[in-house]
């Protein structure tokens, strides 16, 4: 049996989440490997180049570079649909962070771009693909909970900028807890009991103005440009209602992060933002018990690996920039709805 030789990508933007990627590449070597790094910081593309053992390009060398076949994009939002117009323009598969775009038009011109040049594109989140997730999909498929009636999402992971060195873009509009958190819920509510027909929300923001608690601009402050709190209530096409809120105000919470009501019992996901745990099974009468976890995937980067097997052949990608564009529909109608 012939070995394929995988896809040779392309990082562009080399800050916090790139790290997390490279980790998790030996994993899917057999998929894709990162073949070179590039950044605006020059200086930043050149350390993490080293650590990858890739080259440092520039993002024109990237684009007109025959030897690369993909562009995955961990840049800011504002630049994921910019960027990744012109990668497809060249002829590179594109994998995008979360979100697709900051809008939806912009959104679906990336999907729409790609079908028409023939290449692949596809946007996180990808945690929708591990065992505990599809484990959820397959008993609501199956009926185990019977008709869906509710589902609750609570996106409360306390406030960035305790924790990101330079997080005012996450306060950006095309961030703010619903565009930065809520494309996990939302990927999975889809991937579970399928899509949202209609939106009503209402939206806050209590403190405006945020203060960098690490790294070298801590204590400087910025202020949100987009809502810091929003719940939304979601009516779905297969009829049930679902409730998100989401919050960058919140400084700490006990709330499920997930759970599916049905007719018959309740599922209980675990966080939608990380690839682990269990989803526990309540009936009436009946000891709650874990849905068995098989057939997942292991971390971030399944995406893209799934991606390029996509490219091999000849299928759309599992997490698919239509996909990602249609949660950006759904989170933009949310704003304009509150
Ligand atoms: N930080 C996290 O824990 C995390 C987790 C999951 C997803 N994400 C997503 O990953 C993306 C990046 O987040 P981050 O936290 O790594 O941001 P970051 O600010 O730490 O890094 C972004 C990098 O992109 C570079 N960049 C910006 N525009 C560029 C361009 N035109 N060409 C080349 N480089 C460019 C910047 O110089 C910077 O180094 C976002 O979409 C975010 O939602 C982040």
Known sequence: MTKLSPLRVAMVGCGN???????????????FAIVACCDLDGDRARAVAETAGARALALDDVLADPT?????????????????????????????????ATNRGDAEAVAAAAAACG??????????????????????????????VAVSMTSMYGTPETWHPDPSFLYAVGAGPLFDMGPYFLQLLEETVGPVSSVRAATLSARPTRTVASGPLAGTT??????????AVLELERGGIATLVASFEVPAHRMPYFQIHGTAGTLDLPDPNQFT??????????????????????????????????????????ASAARGARLVATMEAILNAS
């Open 277 to 318: 745990g269990e989803t526990m099974l309540h009936l009436p009468g009946v000891e709650p018990r874990a849905l068995a976890n098989t057939g997942g995937v292991p971390g971030r980067g399944a995406g893209l690996a799934d991606l390029a097997r996509a490219v091999r052949e000849g299928r759309e990608p599992r």
């Open 68 to 100: 690369i076949d993909a562009v995955l994009l961990l840049t800011q939002p504002a630049s994921h649909a910019p960027l990744a117009l012109r990668a497809i323009a060249a002829g590179k598969h594109t994998y995008t962070e979360k979100p697709l």
């Open 17 to 31: 989440i790139s790290s997390n990627y490279l980790a998790h590449a030996p994993i899917y070597a057999d998929d």
């Open 119 to 148: 290449v692949l594109a596809g946007c996180a989140p990808d945690t929708f693909l591990a065992a505990p997730f599809q484990a959820a999909r397959q008993a609501v498929a199956n009926g185990v909970i019977g008709e869906i």
């Open 222 to 231: 910025f202020t949100a440009e987009t809502p810091t709190h929003v719940s």
